[in-house]
């Protein structure tokens, strides 16, 4: 089974744009969760996507944001990059049982580096 | 939202076995402990989960207290690819949404 996918590895950014990330899930995984990894905060919480519905959200600006299609790809949205944006950005799946329980694991991928100059 | 507490850093010496601990002592009763491990340039790996009982699997065993508010993973030989940050977490196992919070985690070395 193909583990859960990020594209692109690494991008680099200028202040003001935007960005866009995308994750591919472990095939029959419907839950997508996305997480900001930094030296000084660490493995942050952004949202998780059920089905094509967010569930959660974390403590984050609205400049993000995430969405995710039928198929559970998801892919997450930063506008108007700062320098405090940068960071690893990981996404994780998992399989829900019936009503979406969360004793399954989590299967991350091995992130997207951006960097914003 | 739950909590969990590690201690910073840990050392082992190769071959022997690595009690990893974890405090959570606002966990509820629907919490899962997980167990996750990051090597550098690496996404968090799955290690192993429990809700009550002790588990064991082919790479860790995990011992939950009686009560719940604390757990401990237990590599049973270390081996140089063990090195890696460890990262233990709560997880709602409730429908519905959650936020899955990650702490610092425990560096572990292992000597040769």
């Known amino acids: 089974k193909a583990g859960v996918t990020q594209t692109p590895r690494y991008l680099i950014k200028t202040r003001g744009q935007q960005v866009t990330l995308s994750c591919s899930p472990i095939?029959?995984?419907?839950?997508v969760s996305w997480y900001q990894q930094t030296p000084g905060q660490g493995l942050q919480f952004l949202f998780e996507y059920f089905s094509e519905t967010q569930r959660n959200k974390g403590n984050f600006p609205g400049r993000f944001s995430g969405r995710q299609f039928s198929n559970s790809r998801s892919e997450m949205n930063v506008s108007t990059l700062e320098l405090g944006d940068s960071a690893l950005y990981l996404c994780?799946?998992?399989?829900?049982?019936?009503?979406?329980?969360?004793?399954?694991?989590?299967?991350f991928g091995n992130g997207t580096r951006l960097t914003v100059t | 939202d739950a909590k969990t507490t590690q201690p910073n850093s840990m050392e082992s010496n190769e071959e022997e076995p690595v009690h990893l601990p974890c405090n959570h002592s606002t966990i509820s009763g629907t919490d899962y402990i997980h167990w996750y491990r990051q090597l550098p340039s690496q996404g968090p790996e799955y290690v192993i989960h429990g809700l009550t009982s002790n588990v064991n699997n082919r790479m860790a065993s995990l011992a939950i207290a009686e009560d719940r508010k604390s757990s401990t993973l237990i590599l049973h030989r270390a081996t140089l690819r063990d090195a890696a940050v460890y990262y233990c977490?709560?997880?709602?196992?409730?429908?519905?949404?959650?936020?899955?919070?990650f702490g610092a985690g425990t560096r572990l070395f292992v000597k040769a």
């Open positions: 994780a799946s998992s399989g829900s049982g019936l009503g979406g329980s969360y004793n399954s694991p989590l299967h």
């Open positions: 095939s029959g995984h419907r839950s």
């Open positions: 977490i709560l997880r709602d196992t409730r429908a519905g949404g959650f936020k899955t919070i």
